[in-house]
């Protein structure tokens, strides 16, 4: 694995070294176990709680999803105001207890309301970047950024296979009453990691008003918008449509086509980091190009191989897209409150994300399992082009 990571802190500088960088991407990973594991086992829980045919499997899928929309914002603020470690550990035993609560609950209606709980007071993802942005700068900053990715990809792959594993002797429902103990675990590691003292040359010599192009901060919005649409959007029905096209192919194989787009980042974050990091927005035009190539190899695709080679094009371009993201994320907090930037960014992240989900279920809905591919090819473009056109603006 080549995830790149933050350099030694400099002697007589604020903020975090190494080890506490990895020790904060670690409390990430675990933290991520239960939230990026069991929805895809929805459909084995809900029969257990009056839902027999699973039918709502599609809605509460997204509901964390929504709720962590709506409250990173507020929660983004308030860590502003009371301190970034102070929120990251409320991110995380809230996460904890709305895991006791869905396992615990007995209802459609109970899990619901533990799922939107999820959403609305976890937000681990944005309370940890917050919580870096705070301490670091610049390239350090960027490089843990992308570590945390890392974290986030790497739980995403292992994450499924683990609960997967549990299922014969723990019911997927009442798993989430064990993963719980996952972010308690991460909340208690945390609280040995000090408050971030933002660096000195973040907190002073940079006026973002006076020094950011206008509009800079919406046009990292809306990259980060249009590339979660163009990458999500292919996530809901790949399975059906390798189903569909190699016929007889085994589940493990249809996994590991899904995860191969994360694996790619694992292994070539680190270089790529260090490709772009002078320039972000090329990288970044250069990511949504590939990602739009990826996704549009998926509708010819008829053979093992081929679906690989796509699968493998689009991890490439997701590399690229997800650390140029950091670099511009980190150039962009200069200056700024960290908390609400980050809030806003995940927010915007996640409305990305119910978009794509909306826009692949009314694709596959009226084409079929490829069409939301080719909605993703034709978004991907358009982000592309708009990279390109920016790309020599001032960062």
């Known amino acids: 694995m080549t995830i790149v990571e933050p350099v030694p802190r400099p002697a007589g500088?604020?903020?975090?070294?190494?080890?506490?960088?990895?020790?904060?991407?670690a409390c990430y990973f675990v933290a991520s176990f239960a939230a990026l594991g069991l929805p895809p086992y929805l459909t084995e829980i809900l029969p257990g709680l009056g839902d027999h045919d699973g039918h709502w499997a599609g809605l509460l899928y997204v509901v964390p999803t929504v709720f962590t929309a709506l409250g990173?914002?507020?929660?983004?603020?308030?860590?502003?105001?009371?301190?970034?470690?102070?929120?990251?550990?409320?991110?995380?035993?809230?996460l904890a207890a709305s895991f006791l609560l869905a396992g615990a609950a007995d209802s459609l209606p109970a899990f619901t309301v533990a799922l939107v709980f999820q959403g609305f007071l976890g937000g681990t993802f944005s309370a940890t970047n917050g919580y870096l942005a705070a301490a670091l700068d610049g390239s350090q900053l960027s490089r843990a950024l992308t570590l945390m990715q890392g974290s986030a990809r790497a739980a995403l792959v292992a994450a499924p296979v683990l609960v997967g594993a549990l299922s014969p002797w723990i019911d997927p429902h009442r798993q989430y009453l064990v993963l719980a103990v996952l972010p308690l675990t991460a909340a208690a590691?945390?609280?040995?990691?000090?408050?971030?003292?933002r660096p000195a040359a973040a907190?002073?010599?940079?006026?973002?008003?006076?020094n950011d192009p206008p509009g800079s901060l919406r046009l990292l919005y809306t990259f980060e918008f249009a590339f979660?649409?163009?990458?999500?959007?292919?996530?809901?029905?790949?399975?059906?449509?390798?189903?569909?096209?190699?016929?007889?192919?085994?589940?493990?194989?249809?996994?590991?086509?899904?995860?191969?787009?994360?694996?790619?980042?694992?292994?070539?974050?680190?270089?790529?980091?260090?490709?772009?990091?002078?320039r972000p927005r090329t990288g970044l035009a250069l990511g949504f190009a590939l990602v739009a190539l990826g996704l549009a190899?998926?509708?010819?695709?008829?053979?093992?191989?081929?679906?690989a080679l796509t699968r493998a094009v689009l991890g490439l371009g997701m590399t690229f897209g997800l650390v140029c993201l950091a670099v511009l994320a980190a150039e962009a907090a200069r200056g700024r409150a960290p908390g609400r930037m980050f809030g806003?960014?995940?927010?915007?992240?996640?409305?990305?994300?119910?978009?794509?989900?909306?826009?692949?279920?009314?694709?596959?809905?009226?084409?079929?399992p490829a069409a939301p591919v080719v909605t993703g090819t034709v978004a991907a473009l358009a982000a592309a082009l708009l990279a390109l056109l920016t790309r020599r603006s001032p960062r």
């Open 13 to 25: 500088t604020v903020g975090l070294d190494r080890r506490q960088v990895r020790a904060v991407a």
């Open 203 to 210: 907190q002073a010599g940079h006026d973002p008003a006076k």
């Open 297 to 307: 190899g998926h509708a010819p695709a008829h053979s093992l191989l081929t679906f």
């Open 72 to 94: 990173a914002p507020l929660w983004g603020r308030l860590a502003d105001r009371f301190g970034q470690k102070r929120l990251l550990l409320r991110a995380q035993l809230g």
């Open 344 to 368: 806003t960014r995940e927010t915007v992240s996640k409305c990305g994300a119910v978009a794509a989900g909306l826009a692949a279920a009314l694709a596959n809905g009226t084409s079929g």
């Open 228 to 278: 979660v649409f163009a990458t999500i959007i292919s996530f809901p029905y790949l399975i059906t449509l390798v189903q569909q096209r190699l016929p007889g192919v085994n589940g493990t194989v249809a996994g590991l086509l899904f995860a191969l787009p994360h694996l790619v980042y694992l292994v070539g974050a680190g270089r790529v980091h260090a490709a772009v990091e002078a």
């Open 189 to 197: 590691l945390l609280n040995f990691l000090p408050e971030p003292v």
